[in-house]
């Protein structure tokens, strides 16, 4: 019996570091991204739902870094949207937050390429975030009822991503 329990024993003590190391996470993440389809559907329709209100506007659409994904102007708004539109989607991708929400953080007002003016959306579909979209050219509040309207265009498609 005494060396069954110590058999019984050492075979524990020689499983445990493997089955330690089999729950452990693997050494890679895996990223979602945005298809350059879906992007690009985003920005679409939140120039289009600003067009149909009278505004000429800009949008971008960022990756979770905050490198350019989509981005669409209206050829007759103000040539400052499109970089307006860029940084506001870099600010909410990089901060994960509606740049709405960042208007007191005064803290941000210095970080670089930050734009702490609503219109900025993060993009976040099932819990995994994707990147952020914004739009320039119309009133703040505009700004971000468009963005959030390119969002809608495409969440009965991304609702369902595995």
Do not use: W
Not at 37 to 65: F, P, Q, W
Not at 97 to 107: E, I
Request: proline share 4%.
């Amino acid at each position: 019996m005494k060396k069954f329990i110590g058999l019984l024993i050492l075979v524990v003590l020689f499983l445990v570091p493997f089955e330690v190391f089999a729950e452990e996470k693997l050494p890679t993440v895996q990223l979602r991204v945005l298809a350059s389809h879906i992007a690009n559907k985003i920005v679409t329709e939140a120039v289009n739902n600003c067009a149909t209100r009278g505004y000429l506007v800009s949008a971008a659409v960022v990756d979770r870094n905050g490198n350019l994904a989509a981005f669409l102007r209206n050829p007759l708004s103000g040539p400052h949207t499109i970089k307006v539109s860029q940084r506001k989607a870099y600010s909410s991708a990089t901060l994960r937050a509606a740049t709405s929400q960042m208007g007191a953080r005064s803290d941000l007002s210095f970080a670089p390429g930050i734009l702490l003016i609503v219109g900025g959306v993060p993009i976040s579909f099932s819990g995994i975030f994707y990147g952020g979209v914004a739009v320039s050219g119309a009133r703040p509040d505009i700004d971000e009822e468009c963005a959030k309207a390119g969002l809608e265009a495409v969440a009965d498609i991304m609702d369902f991503v595995d």
